[in-house]
Nanobody
């Protein structure tokens, strides 16, 4: 089992920045990859960014050049979000894939005002 706890969401004006963090506990050594999804009201949950244990990254096209995912340790992943836009408003969920399944965090709200 892997448990995920997110932090760092909030309200920011367009053009601003926020940093999300996610700490994993439990069977952390088998986590690969780890990352972030988001879900806006009335929309499906979508991938934002993933990072593998080897440091490889994947981003949805809409955030390329603005967001950066990093992994401090085996159990902590961060998402630096710059040049935020109102369309980035969503609940952001931390995600981890591990040997016995997947885990999701409880979600953190990010609201970008225009």
């Amino acid at each position: 089992q892997v448990q995920l706890v997110e932090s760092g969401g909030g309200l920011v004006q367009a053009g601003g920045s926020l940093r999300l963090s996610c700490a994993a506990s439990g069977s952390i050594f088998s986590i690969n990859p780890m990352g972030w999804y988001r879900q806006a009201p009335g929309k499906q949950r979508e991938l934002v960014a993933l990072i593998t244990s080897g440091g490889g990254t994947t981003y949805v096209d809409s955030v390329k050049g603005r967001f950066a995912i990093s992994r401090d340790t085996k159990n902590t992943v961060n998402l630096q979000m710059n040049s935020l836009k109102p369309e980035d408003t969503a609940v952001y969920y931390c995600y981890a894939n591990y040997r016995r399944g997947t885990s999701w965090g409880q979600g953190t709200q990010v609201t970008v005002s225009s």
